[in-house]
DNA sequence: GTCATGTTATATCGAAACGATACGTGAACA
DNA sequence: TGTTCACGTATCGTTTCGATATAACATGAC
């Protein structure tokens, strides 16, 4: 995912790695942070599968006249990078529903077809419903015999994933009427889900 | 974590992986499943540190007279497993505030001390305000020229951290109702966080 | 009867991410 | 002058993940 996140920040523009660790964080409104642990292994592997290069240009670091013993490592796209990056905007296939891959996808949603930021935010959808589904059943089994803390915990679990199935109720509310203004149909209710395939 | 968590299990019954794997899942209402990828290699780290011995014992499979190849391994707690994790419950230092130890501590907060109890409910509110208010000021700044699908990411986010920081407050107010009726102390209102140490 | 499917159960593999930390430069400020 | 902070690259060992292999047995369909 990191890696995901990485070509989608040097599609806009080449970055070095410190500033793209600055960026990661803003990338999902601070949640998760990915450490120097992560970026660094991920930009050599990158390199290596011919993603990106470094460029010794890039601004000169602030150096008054002297240059420093280690150089900014400036990173850009390659045509395979920008081939790669395109090919991960257009997987609406079921990893891309995960935890970690999803909210890194809708980051860079504005670059991605309609088509398949309806089908992501469905195939999200269908699998957190599930989730909260298996949540709700197993906390109203186990209610009574819980003790406080195990209870909220659930409970507030419970009310997350119940908020996030409401979210994307709305993003994809908000994507068929953009679609259907488009093609000029009248508008339709919710599409009842065909469940588990 | 797995590691915290597999103690809190054993303490109550002894258990083979499988078992373990499926009342991990319940733990925290759903969230954070734990793979086997996991479970396996840090049941042996344990064993090898001593915290955990196998039992051959345990309740034979449902086999009707052929003991099967492979048996059940059963594991256990030993005597430094217990003290372990007493250790573990009785700690309320910083990285027990972190994301994933937070919840699977709260999960065994039944067996934790309220003293402890109160210092982790805080320690944890103080992040994750830390992290909201970070959240609000980077969305302040940036909410124009954010895109549609950022902008709603983010929000969520906020949203999240902001419903975390208040259920957080409502669980410390209800410990210090129960600290004050203890103690016949007189009820006091919610105390002015100090920030950043 | 037997054949697909599902559940119980243990286990391994490589890849990915983490937290902490080291090292170094320069600016700000007390 | 010294200390703290922001910039910047980098590595270490540890933990976790996802996919997959293997195998015993149970259930129900054909």
């Not at 900014?72 to 390659?78: C, F, G, I, N, S």
């Not at 088509?115 to 999200?124: K, P, W």
Request: charged share 30%; no cysteine; glycine share 10%.
């Amino acid at each position: 995912m990191l890696e995901f996140a990485v070509l989608g920040l040097l599609a806009d523009a080449p970055m070095h790695g410190y500033e793209l660790r600055k960026r990661l964080g803003g990338l999902l409104g601070g949640l998760r942070a990915f450490s120097y642990g992560s970026l660094y292994p991920t930009l050599r592997r990158m390199q290596a599968a011919g993603w990106i290069t470094e460029t010794g240009s890039g601004v000169a670091p602030p150096t008054s006249g002297l240059r420093p013993k280690r150089a900014r490592v400036v990173y850009q796209l390659t045509a395979q990078g920008k081939e790669h990056f395109a090919d991960l905007l257009a997987d609406a296939s079921p990893p891309s529903w995960a935890d970690d891959r999803f909210d890194v996808h809708l980051a860079f949603f504005a670059r991605t077809s309609a088509e398949v930021r309806l089908r992501i935010l469905q195939g999200r959808r269908r699998r957190v419903a599930d989730r909260r589904d298996g949540m709700r059943a197993s906390l109203g089994r186990a209610r009574e015999r819980l003790d406080r803390y195990t209870r909220e915990l659930a409970e507030h679990g419970l009310e997350s994933a119940d908020r996030e199935v409401r979210w994307l109720d709305e993003l994809i509310a908000g994507e068929q009427a953009d679609t259907s203004s488009e093609a000029a149909r009248p508008a339709m209710g919710p599409q009842p889900q065909p469940h588990h395939p």
